[in-house]
């Protein structure tokens, strides 16, 4: 079945560092991929997604590719901010299905 | 901003008891999703419903779970007998579909209900 493996944390970071979180997934046909992100006493919202092969996902500096050949959709930023400081959720669906998530990987900046 | 609601946030209960969690979705957004979130784990559906009707709860634990959105708006989420290991987050989520009918992906999420078993 369909299933999404990233990097286990805690991550931490100083201030304006640059980060990437590893995504991979398992899927048949060509699902769509997702990051999630989960901020301290809030839910989870949607940061940037990418729907077919080569597409880059951006948002709030966060950047990912969608990369076929390596199933692949690693989170990065160039600069993190500790407002940054959140957990991580990389995500796939396929039409009409539920989104599958990984685990999750908690970020933590410090300035 | 349009939210989705839940309530409650939290909930501590003991073990054998009946529990259960509410969720108003964003208005028009057909679809509405219940999973659970144990600590450190990352959501886990629980079941989906399109409108009035069930899409999967083939991951739900029907002897004790049940879930419902009888006019397909709101949903309540039931849990008896609660047990130790239903200690979680349990998080409502809803999204509409594109003019396809296609679930987008995108999912607006709930704060979510805590849930303790003692």
């Keep these: 079945g369909n299933s999404v493996t990233q990097m286990e944390g805690p991550v931490t970071l100083s201030e ?7 995504c991979t997934y398992t899927a048949t046909g060509y699902p769509s991929l997702f990051w999630y992100v989960q901020y301290p006493g809030e839910g989870l919202q949607l940061l940037l997604k990418a729907t077919k092969a080569d597409d880059k996902g951006s948002n709030k500096g966060f950047e990912a590719t969608y990369r076929k050949e390596t199933t692949s959709f690693h989170l990065e930023k160039g600069s993190v901010q500790v407002s940054d400081s959140a957990v991580y959720f990389c995500a796939l669906n396929q039409a009409g299905t539920a989104l599958i998530f990984g685990k999750g990987t908690t970020l933590s900046v410090s300035s | 901003e349009a939210e989705v609601a839940q309530s409650p946030r939290y909930k501590i209960t003991e073990k054998s008891q009946a529990v259960a969690f509410w969720c108003d979705p964003i208005s028009g957004h057909a679809t509405l999703y219940w999973y659970r979130q144990i600590l450190g784990q990352g959501p886990e559906l629980l079941v989906q419903f399109q409108d009035e009707s069930v899409v999967d709860d083939s991951q739900l634990p029907k002897d004790r779970f049940s879930a ?6 709101d949903s309540t989420l039931k849990i008896q007998p609660a047990e130790l290991g239903d200690s979680a987050m349990y998080l409502c989520a809803s999204s509409f579909n594109s003019l396809q009918g296609f679930n987008t ?11 303790t078993v003692l």
């Design chain 1, 16 to 22: 304006e560092a640059f980060l990437t979180i590893n």
């Design chain 2, 68 to 73: 419902e959105r009888l006019k397909g708006v």
């Design chain 2, 105 to 115: 992906g995108e999912l607006f999420f709930g704060e979510g209900s805590r849930l």
